[in-house]
C-alpha cells in the first residue's frame, strides 16, 4: 500500500521553509529530490477550503486567478486534487486558535454549523463561541474520516483546550463520539485565566510551548486529541483523559510512549448527557447528577446580570457624585458640546451605543428620576450605586426583568452557568440588590426569590401555577419563583401555601445557600460543580430542610452588604471577631483620618482601556498574638488558619489581623477582599479612603470570618442530608 504525506500551509514565509527543511531531510536520508520538477507535498492553500466543487462564482474567480497568477492557480489546482481526489486517513496539526477569527468567511461558510446545532433549543446555551479557527479544522478532520471509503481513520491535533469541557462545545463533542470509537486526551494545562498557569500545589505551570527565551509560552491552555476510527462494530465509545502539569509535562509526554501499558496512564471518562458529554472525568458525589439543578427549582429562568460597558458612567461609589453627573445627563439645557466638556462619560461611542443620538433620545422620552438611583452589586461584597434605565443603549444590557423583580423585601439566590477559574470558590451569592454580569465569573445570574410585575412563567408551568395563582397570567402581588416539582416537593413535606407564606416560600433556597457554602459540597462534587448550574440535594425530612434553611439564613445576613449584622458589624461584637482587621498604626497611636487614610500599598493600577488591574500590595504574614486568640478554640482557629496578616494601606496604617483564609476566601472566582483594595487605590480612586470604607474592609473580614467558623456545621448539615435524600426525579 502506498503511503503519502501532504501538507497545507497559508502563509508563503512557512510555506518555503517547510520546502527547504523537507528537501534538506531527503537529502540526509539519502533519498533526495530528483529534479526541479519532483516536490514535496506540501501545497500553499488555506487548508479549511476546496474539499467540494467550487460554485459558479468561486469558478469565476479561479478563472481570475489564473490569468493574474498562474503559478498561485497551478498550486490551487495540485491542492485542490489532493483534498478532493485523496482518501485521507490520518490527520495531524496544531491548528491556530483564535477566539476573534469572527464568523467564517464565505468559503468557509456553514463549516461548523454541526456544532451549534441545537445548542439554544436542545441544551439552552446562549453564549458561545464556536468560530474559533481550531473548531474549523477540527471539523475539516472530522469530515475527511467520515468520507474515508474504508471508514478507519485517525485524527490527531495540539489545540486550545477549551472543548474538553466547556459547555459551549457539547455538539462538538457529541459529534466526535459518534464519529470516532477511541479517544485520547491529554490536558496540557498552562492556561493564563483558568488556572493562572499553576498547578493544584500552586507550582509554576507554564505552556507546553514554552521555551528558554519564552518561559511562560501561550497564554491558552492546550491538549492533545488523539481520536481513531477503528471501522470496527464497536457497542461503547471509549474515551481516555489524562493531566499534565508543571515545567516538565513536555518531558513527561514523551516519556510516557515508552510506557509498556500505555493505555494505563490515563483515567477512563464517560461522556454523559448530564455532564454535557464533557471528556473531563467527572469528580462528583454517587448520586449527584440525581439532585435538582438550581434552574429546575425556579418557576422564572434566571436573569443576567446588568452590562454597563459604558467606562463607569452609569455607577459609582460617590451617590452624590453619580446623582450629579446624571442630572447633568437627563438637563435639556445643557446642550451636546457643554455636556461633553463635564467630563461626566457617556461620551463615547461604546458597544452598540452612539453617544449624541442616544442623549437625544433620551431627552424625548425621559427625564431624571431619583428612584432609579439604586445599590448595586458589583462584586461580592462590593456594593455601588448606579442609575438605572431601561432605555436603550444606555446601559449595554439594562435586564428590565432583573429590575422588575427589584423590590423592597425581594432578594435574590446568585450563582453562574459555569465555572471559568479552577480556584473558584463558592459558586453562590446573595443580595437584594441589583446585580452585575460579573459579579461572579464568567456569567453571574440571578434567582429572584419572589416574583411580581407580571413575570414571564416558563411555558412548562404556566398551567400549574396559574390555577395556584388563581388563573391570572400577570399579578400585582409577590408570589414564591418555585417550579411546580419543587412546590411539590414542599406539599410531601406538609409545608403548603408559599405563596402566601413567605418562610416557607424561601426555605429551599436558604437551603440550598447552605449547601452552596459547604467545603465538603463543593470538594466533592468539584466537576459536576465547574461544568453547569449547580445541583442541590434536597432532604426527604422537613426538619432536615428548616435546619438547613435556618443556617442558610445566617448566611444570607452575612452575606448581605445591606444589613448590620448584631456581633459581627453592630451591638456587641462576637469575642472571636473583636480583634479581626483592627485598623492600626505603625509605632502604635491613632490615625488621623484627614492624611493617613490613603490607600497607596500598591493593590490596584489602571491597565489598558480603564480596566483595573490587581497589584501585589504589601501584606505580613505572622503568627496569632496572645490577645488574638482570646475567644478562639483550636478547633476555630484551624478553620481560619494557622497565620494571620497585617494588610496594609500604606506605610503608617494597616488593617491588624486578618487569617490568611479569610484573606484568601473566594467567591465566584473573586479573593474578596484584595479585590475590593484593587479598586480603591489613591490614583485610581483620586482620594483617600473614608473611615467608613476602612470600617467597611474590617466589617467585611469579620462577616468572611463568621463564615468560616460557620464550615464545620455546613459540613455535617450537608452530610446529614446526604444520607436522606429526596429523589428529585
Not at 185 to 201: A, H, I, Q, V, Y
Not at 255 to 268: D, M, R, T, V
Not at 671 to 683: A, D, T
Request: hydrophobic fraction near 35%; charged fraction near 25%.
Amino acid at each position: 500500500m502506498e503511503l503519502l504525506v501532504f501538507g497545507f500551509e497559508i502563509l508563503t514565509a512557512p510555506f518555503v521553509v517547510a520546502h527547504l527543511q523537507l528537501g534538506l531531510l531527503l537529502q540526509s536520508f539519502g533519498v533526495p529530490l530528483q529534479d526541479e520538477t519532483e516536490r514535496v507535498g506540501v501545497y500553499l492553500t488555506n487548508a479549511l477550503t476546496g474539499w467540494e466543487p467550487p460554485d459558479e462564482e468561486a469558478k469565476r474567480r479561479v478563472q481570475q486567478l489564473a490569468l493574474n497568477f498562474p503559478e498561485l492557480q497551478e498550486e490551487r489546482d495540485a491542492a485542490d486534487s489532493v483534498k478532493r481526489g485523496k482518501p485521507i486517513l490520518v490527520v495531524l496539526g496544531n491548528p491556530p486558535y483564535n477566539a476573534y477569527a469572527g464568523v467564517s468567511p464565505r468559503q468557509e461558510e456553514g463549516l461548523v454549523d454541526a456544532y451549534k446545532e441545537g445548542l439554544i433549543s436542545q441544551w439552552g446555551i446562549k453564549k458561545f463561541n464556536l468560530d474559533d479557527l481550531y473548531v474549523r479544522f477540527f471539523r475539516v478532520a472530522e469530515n475527511c474520516i467520515n468520507k474515508a471509503a474504508i471508514h478507519r481513520g485517525v485524527v490527531c491535533f495540539i489545540s486550545n483546550f477549551s472543548y474538553l469541557g466547556d459547555p459551549s462545545y457539547v455538539v462538538m463533542r457529541q459529534s466526535f463520539l459518534q464519529s470516532f470509537d477511541e479517544l485520547w486526551f491529554d490536558s496540557l494545562n498552562g492556561d493564563s485565566r483558568e488556572t493562572g498557569k499553576l498547578t493544584p500545589e500552586g507550582k509554576p505551570d507554564p505552556s507546553v510551548f514554552s521555551s528558554e527565551y519564552n518561559r511562560e509560552g501561550i497564554r491558552t491552555g492546550t491538549s492533545i486529541a488523539l481520536m481513531v476510527q477503528t471501522g470496527l462494530q464497536k457497542t461503547d465509545t471509549t474515551v481516555r483523559f489524562r493531566q499534565l502539569w508543571g515545567v516538565n509535562k513536555r518531558q513527561e509526554l514523551l516519556l510516557s510512549l515508552q510506557a509498556k501499558n500505555f493505555n494505563a496512564q490515563y483515567k477512563p471518562s464517560k461522556p454523559i448527557t448530564e455532564t454535557r458529554f464533557s471528556f473531563r472525568p467527572s469528580d462528583i458525589s454517587e448520586h449527584y447528577l440525581e439532585w435538582a439543578k438550581l434552574t429546575d427549582i425556579c418557576a422564572v429562568a434566571p436573569s443576567n446580570g446588568l452590562m454597563e460597558k459604558r467606562g463607569g458612567a452609569l455607577i459609582d461609589i460617590d451617590r452624590n457624585a453619580l446623582e450629579e453627573r446624571m442630572r447633568a445627563y437627563f438637563d435639556a439645557d445643557i446642550g451636546w458640546e457643554a455636556y461633553q466638556k463635564l467630563g461626566y462619560g457617556l461620551v463615547k461611542p461604546q458597544a452598540r451605543f452612539d453617544p449624541k443620538l442616544t442623549r437625544r433620545k433620551v431627552l424625548l422620552s425621559t427625564s431624571f428620576d431619583k428612584r432609579r438611583l439604586l445599590r448595586y452589586a458589583l462584586r461580592p461584597f462590593e456594593t455601588r450605586w448606579c442609575y438605572y434605565s431601561e432605555i436603550r443603549p444606555i446601559w449595554n444590557e439594562s435586564r428590565p426583568f432583573l429590575w422588575k423583580q427589584c423590590w423592597e423585601g425581594n432578594k435574590f439566590l446568585i450563582t453562574r452557568f459555569k465555572a471559568a477559574k479552577d480556584d473558584e470558590g463558592t459558586p453562590f451569592y446573595f443580595t437584594p440588590c441589583l446585580s452585575d454580569d460579573h459579579l461572579l465569573t464568567p456569567d453571574a445570574v440571578a434567582i429572584p426569590l419572589q416574583l411580581m410585575n407580571g413575570a414571564r412563567i416558563r411555558p412548562q408551568e404556566q398551567l400549574s401555577l396559574l390555577e395556584v395563582l388563581g388563573g391570572k397570567p400577570e399579578v400585582d402581588r409577590p408570589f414564591s419563583n418555585l417550579s411546580t416539582s419543587a412546590r411539590q416537593y414542599l406539599a410531601n413535606l406538609g409545608l403548603s401555601n408559599p405563596d402566601e407564606d413567605t418562610d416557607t416560600a424561601l426555605l429551599i433556597w436558604m437551603h440550598a445557600l447552605a449547601v452552596g457554602y459547604s467545603p465538603a459540597y463543593l470538594q466533592q462534587n468539584h466537576d459536576g460543580i465547574h461544568q453547569d448550574f449547580p445541583r442541590i440535594p434536597l432532604p426527604k425530612s422537613r426538619d432536615l430542610l428548616i435546619v438547613s434553611a435556618n443556617l442558610g439564613k445566617e448566611l444570607a445576613l452575612l452575606l448581605d452588604t445591606e444589613v448590620k449584622v448584631i456581633g459581627v458589624t453592630t451591638g456587641p461584637i462576637r469575642s472571636e471577631l473583636r480583634s479581626i482587621a483592627v485598623i492600626s498604626r505603625v509605632g502604635g497611636g491613632q490615625l488621623n483620618p484627614d492624611n493617613e487614610l490613603a490607600l497607596t500599598a500598591g493593590w490596584g493600577h489602571a491597565g489598558r482601556e480603564g480596566v483595573t488591574m490587581p497589584g501585589k500590595g504589601k501584606s505580613q504574614e505572622r503568627e496569632y498574638l496572645a490577645d488574638e486568640l482570646k475567644g478562639l478554640e483550636q478547633s476555630r482557629q484551624d478553620l481560619l488558619g494557622k497565620n494571620t496578616l497585617d494588610i496594609y494601606l500604606n506605610e503608617l496604617a494597616y488593617w491588624k489581623n486578618i487569617p490568611t483564609r479569610v484573606w484568601d476566601y473566594t467567591i465566584g472566582g473573586y479573593q474578596v477582599i484584595k479585590k475590593w483594595l484593587s479598586y480603591r487605590e489613591e490614583p485610581l480612586l483620586g482620594r483617600s479612603l473614608t473611615v467608613e470604607e476602612v470600617r467597611e474592609v474590617r466589617d467585611m473580614a469579620r462577616r468572611i470570618t463568621a463564615i468560616l467558623l460557620l464550615e464545620k456545621q455546613l459540613d455535617a448539615n450537608y452530610e446529614a442530608i446526604k444520607q436522606t435524600t429526596y429523589d428529585w426525579k
